[in-house]
């Protein structure tokens, strides 16, 4: 089984990780969408988020953008990480899973720099 954590608002995927709205958690078999749930976002806090979503047992993240840290956690957690993505949340995972979506490599180095985020 896999599980696919979509950082978002509400429906939406969100530009920015940490401070998303909720992560739409979708689980899957043999490529397909089995099971979804949708929790909200515990607080953002320096190095948690990735840890709390490794304890749920999530193996993709997917982002709009993400901060480097986070995805050096993940990294480390071996958690693939897609940013850069764009849409309704359960269309991305579905996208995930047919081999259809890419990361841009979009990563957020300071939040005042918004450009960096692909906006």
Known sequence: MLKIAVASENEMVSEHFGHCANFNIFEAEENKL???????NPGHKP???????????????????????AI??????GIEVIVGARGNA???????LQGKLKSTG??????????????
Do not use: Q, R, W
């Open 72 to 77: 050096e956690i993940f990294n480390e957690k």
């Open 90 to 96: 359960k269309e991305i995972a579905e996208a995930y």
């Open 34 to 40: 089995v099971k979804s749930e949708t929790i909200p």
């Open 106 to 119: 979009s990563v957020c180095h300071e939040h005042k720099h918004h450009d960096e985020c692909g906006k």
């Open 47 to 69: 190095g948690f988020l990735p840890n709390f979503l490794n304890d749920m047992g999530v193996n993709v993240i997917i982002s709009g953008g993400m901060g480097g840290g």
